[in-house]
């Protein structure tokens, strides 16, 4: 098998699993107790809490565990409204490429009377700062621009959207669940008011992620309960799964550099080699790009079917996020680029990770070749555009 599907979940590795069996094994006292054996539960949690902060030059009283990326989007989101709507402000200004986490939780905001700026976006998939600065308003009380898409990999001007928020004194989210462990993050130097992490995007359990919040950023708990992390998430840790995100966060972010200049030589040898393939285009811009994230578009061709040949081809491979592949809706995202629905349907994400070769990469692209010229000879639509009757999009 050839697993080039490391956006929707990556293998969980040794590190990792070790540090949950050890903590299952020696730590399972309830951190609350108040004798040793939980005290030193508590002392695994801090030293955990100590290391995840460190990789984002974070202090560890700035970060609060959840069950994951997606419970940490709606937790800066919602805090940021409710915090927002008791000094009168009702606008949030996000981008239409966010993952459903967010997206999601700003309709339900719209739903509730907040209003909602999604920013412009072009065929680079990247958000410039001007329209940020644009879209600013008196009454706006978050700006929330993911730090790199999950779907086409294309890396935000974090650091020049911080800096514009903190003038302007807006708190800032950024949802980095792609980010964390991948390229280098540092909430002081980027001026980030809110963080949400995930475990399993950098080779950590899954179901545990983590909110970083500044001092003084809003933060409303939205589970009532006990008191654990300060107050503002309750329900007894889940240690393990938190100390081994912990390992696998450490590890990721020593190997960045080194990870990074050997995952993107496989990403642009995959590219060079799909480009191969007539009528079909890379999604987003090449640079700033994720080093594992390939995206193509081929024309006359349906994602699912794709999918499914590479399958049995031994390759594990997506249409887009690994939440939207259940729905045969084309990828908001790669509409928000501006791909017509008939192409968005036929697109395919392949991300690599340290764990891929060079020959799995040879392997990949002579099995997309073959599959595509294989559908392509099947297809009504395909016929259709070889003889002219049809007009090529890309
Ligand atoms: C995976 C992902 C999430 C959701 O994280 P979970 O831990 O699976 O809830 C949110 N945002 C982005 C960009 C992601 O890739």
Known sequence: ??????????????????????????????????????????????????????????????????????????????????VGKRKGK??????????????????KLAKEGYEITYLPMD???????????????????????????????????????????????????????????????????????MLSLSGHKFHGPRGVGALYVRRGAPLVSF???????RGHRAGTENLPAIVGMAAAMKDACAKIAANDAYVSTLRDALIAGLSEIPHGALNGATAPRLPGNVNFCFEGIEGESLLLLLDDKGICASS???????????SHVLLAIGRPHEVAHGSLRLTLGEDNTMQDVEQIIAAVKDVVTYLRGMSPVWKE??????????
Request: glycine letters at 6%; hydrophobic letters at 40%; aromatic letters at 6%.
């Open 1 to 82: 098998m050839i697993y080039a599907d490391n956006a929707a979940t990556t293998r969980t590795s040794p590190a990792a699993r070790q540090a949950v069996l050890d903590t299952m094994d020696r730590f399972w006292g309830n951190p609350s107790s108040l004798y040793a054996f939980g005290q030193e539960a508590a002392e695994v949690l801090y030293q955990a809490r100590a290391d995840v902060a460190a990789c984002l030059n974070a202090k560890p009283q700035e970060i609060i565990f959840t069950s994951g990326g997606s419970e940490a989007d709606n937790q800066a989101i919602n805090s940021a409204a409710a």
């Open 90 to 107: 009702n606008h949030i200004i996000t981008t239409p490429i966010e993952h459903h986490a967010v997206l999601h939780t700003v309709e």
């Open 123 to 193: 065929a680079s998939g990247i958000v410039k700062v001007e329209d940020v600065a644009a879209a600013i308003r008196p009454e706006t009380c978050l700006v929330s621009v993911m730090f790199a898409n999950n779907e086409i990999g294309t890396i935000q001007p974090i650091a020049e959207i911080g800096a514009l928020c903190r003038e302007k004194k807006i708190p800032f989210h950024t949802d980095a669940v792609q980010a964390v462990g991948h390229v280098p993050i540092d909430v002081e130097a980027m001026n980030i008011d």
């Open 223 to 229: 589970i009532q309960g006990g008191a654990q992390e």
């Open 320 to 330: 887009g996020s690994a939440c939207t592949s259940g729905s045969l809706d084309p």
């Open 385 to 394: 555009l070889e003889k002219g009757e049809r007009n090529y999009v890309i």
